[in-house]
Nanobody, 118 residues
Framework: QVQLVESGGGLVQAGGSRRLSCAASGNIFGINTMGWYRQTPGNQREWVSDITAGGITKYADSVKGRFTISRDNTKNTVYLQMNSLKPEDTAVYYC????????????WGQGTQVTVSA
């Protein structure tokens, strides 16, 4: 059974930094694109960033220049380094991965709360 587990959320002051991690485990044969989404109450889940298996990265305009996504394929882990955080970055952050397994598909983590205080 495939699982994604996020960590690194918490409370941070505006202008500060935070690093999120997401580790995939289980019967994994390979992982294609991994990414991060975020969601605030009453709103749809919003794409933040993703990275291909080959390391090609994309970012939403709202985080470009402040967030950096990376991955360690040996650990099946994706990271999101968040710098210059703003109160509007406050959200639950979800990890997503396209995993090749006995049941291939799109997998989600349970989410980790990031709160940025003004």
């Amino acid at each position: 059974q495939v699982q994604l587990v996020e960590s690194g959320g918490g409370l941070v002051q505006a202008g500060g930094s935070r690093r999120l991690s997401c580790a995939a485990s289980g019967n994994i044969f390979g992982i294609n694109t991994m990414g991060w989404y975020r969601q605030t109450p009453g709103n749809q889940r919003e794409w933040v960033s993703d990275i291909t298996a080959g390391g090609i990265t994309k970012y939403a305009d709202s985080v470009k220049g402040r967030f950096t996504i990376s991955r360690d394929n040996t650990k099946n882990t994706v990271y999101l380094q968040m710098n210059s955080l703003k109160p509007e970055d406050t959200a639950v952050y979800y990890c997503n991965a396209q995993i090749i397994s006995w049941k291939a598909g799109n997998y989600w983590g349970q989410g980790t709360q990031v709160t940025v205080s003004a």
